[in-house]
């Protein structure tokens, strides 16, 4: 009898102990992040400065940023659990939760504007001259396709009938397809706009960073039950872009000045390949 009771005692000890150790795992885990990013551009820069002063690893996380070539290709890598958080475009990751696929949330907005040049080649002059033309997009309902069916629209073009939209790829391989003449027109990155431009083919048609239109572009976007299971890891993620971007901002910090020659770079050449 007094072994049936020791014996009752240690399973009731091992039932008690058991939860407590997935659950101190779990949070172990929660704490070591995996985050996709497509293209590059400011938010690129503002992941590099966290990773250079460790804000990351204040806030108690540990990230690993793995590179995707299409915002499509990042979806899908949401939806699969591949990876927990998205530093992207808002738009493709937004379309998750519309169509009822994926509930996603977005926790940050790092970029409200679209950033992008409407780069043609020279024979297009104007936006009327983009009918019957061959456009570049990453991935169909990607951010790049989305914006640019935007744009499209706001010139008044179907992007259905009017044009034709090729799956091509992110910045650079839009890049290598404009030069090649393989396509008409396409979305360019400010930091690739002169490269492009500096070959003589193409010209940049608009800058679409001056449209007055408050749109998010770029942004942070994580599993809805990231929030419901692990708030406080939102929270912290949330903390650490916050800090990200107040330290970029800050005059006196390296990275503050490594952003004003770069962006001061960017408006010179805009303003040597922009035509009026």
């Known amino acids: ?29 929660s704490n070591s ?28 996380l540990s990230i690993k940023s793995v590179y995707f070539n299409s915002g499509s290709v990042l979806t899908q890598a949401m939806m699969g ?13 937004l379309a998750l939760p519309v169509s009822g696929v994926f509930e996603t949330r977005v926790v940050t907005v790092n970029i409200n504007r679209l950033e992008h040049i409407f780069v043609t ?37 179907d992007p259905e009938k009017d044009v034709v939209l090729l799956q091509s790829g992110n910045t650079p391989t839009r890049m290598s397809a404009l030069l090649a003449g393989h396509v008409d027109g396409a979305l360019v990155s400010p930091e690739g706009i002169h490269k492009v431009l500096a070959s003589g083919c193409c ?12 749109f998010a572009r770029f942004g942070v976007t994580v599993p809805a039950s990231l929030i419901r299971n692990q708030r406080d890891v939102a929270r912290r993620i949330v903390l650490a872009y916050v ?18 020659k770069k962006a001061s ?12």
């Open 81 to 93: 659990g591949n990876i927990i958080l998205s530093d992207s475009g808002v738009p493709e990751m």
């Open 243 to 260: 800090e990200g971007i107040y330290y970029s901002k800050q005059s006196r910090s390296w990275c503050f000045r490594f952003s004003k």
């Open 33 to 60: 992040l995996i985050l996709g990013y497509s293209g590059s551009g400011i938010s690129t820069d503002l992941r590099r400065v966290m990773d250079i002063e460790k804000i990351w690893e204040k806030h108690g």
């Open 203 to 214: 010209r940049a048609l608009a800058d679409l960073s001056e449209l007055p239109l408050d």
């Open 121 to 157: 080649r020279k024979n297009v002059v104007k936006p009327e001259d983009l009918k019957g033309k061959r456009i570049a997009v990453s991935r169909f309902g990607s951010a790049s396709d989305l914006t640019t069916r935007m744009v499209l629209r706001s010139w008044r073009l």
């Open 1 to 29: 009898m007094k072994f049936i009771k020791a014996e009752s005692v240690l399973f009731l000890l091992i039932v008690t102990l058991l939860p407590a150790i997935p659950l101190s795992n779990a949070t172990a885990q």
């Open 265 to 276: 770079k960017i408006r010179r050449l805009r303003r040597k390949y922009t035509i009026a």
